[in-house]
């Protein structure tokens, strides 16, 4: 069973950065994507971003594209999401997950929430 745990998230004001981080464990993620999709209560989740294991190749959502990168180590097994030039509407609740389909995740993890004031 793969288990990812978030950290990183937190109040910041417009136009500053955050980095996330998701650490995964307990299986290989070679085959796998590992992205971010986040959450505001009472709305559906959206896609954030993702990132290849084996590939390296990173994909976005249009509105992040520019402001957000995603990386991994290989040898900590844990990818971060930078976030930049954030916006108030960036605020949501901000999930890893991880599979072989990177629109449609099987495993996640337990959210960390991003709060953006203007």
């Known amino acids: 069973q793969l288990r990812l745990v978030e950290s990183g998230g937190g109040s910041v004001q417009a136009g500053g950065s955050l980095r996330l981080s998701c650490a995964a464990s307990?299986?290989?993620?070679?085959?796998?994507?590992v992205g971010w999709f986040r959450q505001v209560r009472g709305k559906e989740r959206e896609f954030v971003g993702t990132?290849?294991?084996?590939?390296?190749?990173?994909y976005y959502a249009d509105s992040v594209k520019g402001r957000f990168s995603i990386a991994k180590d290989n040898a900590k097994t844990t990818v971060y999401l930078q976030m930049n030039s954030l916006k108030p509407e960036d605020t949501a609740l901000y999930y890893c997950?991880?599979?072989?389909?990177?629109?449609?995740?099987?495993?996640w993890g337990q959210g960390t929430q991003v709060t953006v004031s203007s």
């Open positions: 307990g299986k290989t993620l070679r085959e796998y994507f």
């Open positions: 990132i290849g294991w084996s590939s390296g190749n990173t």
């Open positions: 997950a991880a599979g072989a389909n990177a629109y449609y995740p099987d495993y």
